[in-house]
């Protein structure tokens, strides 16, 4: 299929097949303001998103991952809030196709669907084997809301100390902070898409385990400290010299060394992965 056929599809699909916010308003984000933790955020029928660039609302609209998402410069550094409202009787997990809606709407969104032979970090189980136990099978747990919407995309951040939190359902969590990684209540494909902000690479899953883990992992001070300035280079911030030198003076390896803990590593390979393409957008928003 044409790739202009596929943006097309793409961008107009939300408002053929989707469901739409009842109100949005888009508004550029203010770093100086107090109180603001960046991400994505719900209180009832209400959906805010707090400080992320477009590339991030796409990853949630799309049920991608934001490093696989390309386009211009801004689509990563610009940073925007969202505030919205589901219509009556709508639900979370139909966030995504309204989030498609409303960035087709307001952005002028158009992209298209590749596939890339990219590097990537393979998590596979160590050779000494696991050295942490699968969870029991959580009761109410529901599949359809155990998908990357309702837990790698949507889940709640809160900072916390020098580090932060993501919460998703039922009390899973991956908390980042003070020199460590505690994970609860979670399958390793969720771990990945959380450690993949720390890492210039992307971490698939190749481990073949289904189930559900807690663990905690302690980071070196110099390691932890290399994994915030990585996540700041993702998220597309420009380093000073001082720091850039230190970064490029350690070992992409550190999460590798940590995850040796849990009987875990990460292998360095090339893999061929699904990417979306930014081909056009407006970097203002169409008014509310």
Request: proline content about 7%; glycine content about 6%; some cysteine.
């Amino acid at each position: 299929m044409p790739k202009f056929i596929l943006a097309i599809i793409l961008a107009s699909s939300a408002f053929a097949q989707s469901p739409q916010f009842e109100v949005a308003s888009i508004k550029p984000f203010d770093p100086n303001l107090p109180g603001q933790t960046a991400g994505l955020h719900f209180d009832g029928a209400q959906v805010r998103g707090l400080g992320l660039s477009l590339r991030d609302y796409l990853a949630t609209a799309y049920r991608f991952k934001a490093t696989l998402i390309s386009g211009p410069d801004w689509t990563l550094t610009e940073r925007f809030n969202i505030s919205a409202t589901l219509p009556e009787g709508g639900s979370r997990a139909q966030v995504p196709e309204m989030m498609q809606a409303l960035l087709a709407d307001r952005f002028h969104v158009k992209l298209h669907k590749d596939k890339k032979e990219l590097p990537i970090f393979a998590l596979v189980i160590a050779k000494g084997g696991l050295k942490m136990k699968e969870l029991p099978s959580d009761p109410d747990a529901d599949p359809a809301k155990d998908e990357p919407t309702g837990l790698a995309n949507v889940g709640t951040i809160a900072g916390v100390g020098n580090g932060a939190s993501i919460t998703y359902a039922r009390g899973a969590s991956v908390t980042i902070a003070d020199n460590r990684i505690q994970v609860r209540k979670l399958p390793l494909w969720v771990v990945c898409r959380t450690l993949e902000r720390y890492s210039d690479r992307q971490i698939v899953d190749m481990t073949g385990l289904t189930g559900s883990y807690s663990f905690t992992l302690n980071v070196a001070p110099e390691d932890y400290q290399a994994m915030n300035l990585r996540s700041a280079v993702v998220r597309g911030f420009t380093l000073p010299p001082d720091a850039r030198k230190f970064l490029d003076s350690t070992t992409p390896f550190a999460l590798s060394d940590a995850l040796q803990q849990v009987g875990l590593k990460l292998e360095a390979r090339k893999a061929p992965l699904d990417v979306i393409v930014i081909d056009d957008a407006l970097k203002t928003p169409t008014a509310n």
